[in-house]
């Protein structure tokens, strides 16, 4: 059981008797109401969406699901590959499963995925990744940390805000639960 608070993109959850994974959930306070979590939910047997609300301490229960790191290799059609980190066994995981991974995974990250009955249901992505800036506007001069933000395109094709010192070929760290700038990489 966890409550309502704590719920993540990715998450797998019991909700009317059937598995769901969490594909985004925000916290809402309007005014003088009670504030409640408003997430939406993508059914694992169906792939029915849907859009509910919960209080924000309401319990929900969570299946046993167990996790095992994999590391992910590389995009076969719309399938992404995984090699099991213990057996070196290579499976497909097909692109629903893998929710943002294109936008994040280069090549030999570790990735944690949720197994129930020896099928992955559901994969986590690395908290943060490395990825190199293709494409930029120039920086520009005297511009510090502080002064505004432009967007980059990085090699995965993923878009992203970053502060106007960043500079094509330079590489930089991507939260990825909420896709934005971290720091630039060090080293």
Same mark, same amino acid.
């Given at each position: 059981?966890?409550?309502?608070?704590?719920?993540?993109? %990715?998450? *797998?959850? +019991?909700?009317? #008797? /059937?598995?769901? &994974?969490?594909?985004?959930?925000?916290?809402?306070?309007? =005014?003088?109401?009670?504030?409640?979590?408003?997430?939406?939910?993508?059914?694992?047997?169906?792939?029915?969406?849907?859009?509910?609300?919960?209080?924000?301490?309401?319990?929900?229960?969570?299946?046993?699901?167990?996790?095992?790191?994999?590391?992910?290799?590389?995009?076969?059609?719309?399938?992404?590959?995984?090699?099991?980190?213990?057996?070196?066994?290579?499976?497909?995981?097909?692109?629903?499963?893998?929710?943002? %991974?294109? *936008?994040? +995974?280069?090549? #030999? /990250?570790?990735? &944690?995925?949720?197994?129930?009955?020896?099928?992955?249901? =559901?994969?986590?992505?690395?908290?943060?990744?490395?990825?190199?800036?293709?494409?930029?506007?120039?920086?520009?001069?005297?511009?510090?940390?502080?002064?505004?933000?432009?967007?980059?395109?990085?090699?995965?094709?993923?878009?992203?805000?970053?502060?106007?010192?960043?500079?094509?070929?330079?590489?930089?760290?991507?939260?990825?639960?909420?896709?934005?700038?971290?720091?630039?990489?060090?080293?």
């Amino acid at each position: 059981m966890i409550k309502a608070s704590d719920l993540r993109k %990715g998450k *797998l959850i +019991l909700y009317n #008797n /059937e598995l769901w &994974t969490v594909h985004s959930s925000q916290h809402v306070s309007k =005014g003088n109401w009670r504030s409640y979590i408003q997430a939406r939910l993508k059914n694992l047997r169906t792939g029915q969406l849907v859009e509910t609300r919960f209080a924000v301490d309401e319990s929900i229960e969570t299946p046993f699901v167990e996790t095992r790191p994999f590391e992910y290799l590389y995009r076969d059609g719309d399938d992404f590959v995984l090699m099991d980190q213990s057996t070196y066994d290579q499976v497909h995981v097909p692109k629903d499963i893998m929710g943002d %991974g294109e *936008l994040y +995974l280069k090549g #030999n /990250e570790t990735v &944690t995925c949720m197994i129930i009955d020896a099928k992955i249901v =559901g994969v986590e992505l690395p908290n943060v990744v490395e990825l190199a800036v293709v494409d930029t506007p120039p920086a520009i001069r005297g511009a510090t940390v502080t002064s505004q933000s432009k967007e980059a395109v990085l090699e995965t094709g993923l878009r992203i805000k970053v502060p106007s010192f960043i500079e094509n070929g330079e590489v930089v760290r991507v939260d990825t639960r909420t896709g934005e700038y971290v720091e630039r990489a060090k080293g």
